[in-house]
């Protein structure tokens, strides 16, 4: 598992690569209803797998957790970057359900 994690540049290189494309012409553009349903689709998709992750994330290896961060923080502007890795670090720090959990349920 941690192999298919270090995929992850890869994917936003890819990812930008067919942004690219797309911004060029290369494929056919959606008619306004067609565009807002995909954005809608791929908004909830999005918001699902960030969901897994953050469920799973105390149980991820620390060099899995950094290279997602990482991963994360690299699809923004340059500019933004480093506000965003304060964000992500705040949210995972408040957010941080299973160690929580795990630690009332062996106080009780």
Avoid: Y
Avoid at 26 to 54: H, K, M, W
Avoid at 58 to 80: C, E, K, M, V, Y
Wanted: aromatic residues 6%.
């Amino acid at each position: 598992m941690a192999k298919s994690i270090g995929v992850v540049p890869k994917l936003a290189n890819l990812a930008r690569a067919l942004a690219r494309w797309d911004n060029e012409g290369g494929a056919l553009a959606p008619t306004a209803n067609q565009s807002d349903e995909l954005e809608d689709a791929e908004e909830r998709v999005l918001r699902c797998l960030g969901a897994a992750v953050i469920l799973e994330w105390s149980d991820l290896p620390t060099d899995i957790q950094r290279r997602l961060f990482d991963g994360a923080t690299t699809l923004t502007n340059p500019d933004h970057q480093r506000r965003l890795k304060h964000l992500i670090a705040r949210f995972l720090h408040v957010h941080n359900f299973r160690r929580w959990f795990r630690t009332i349920a062996s106080i009780g």
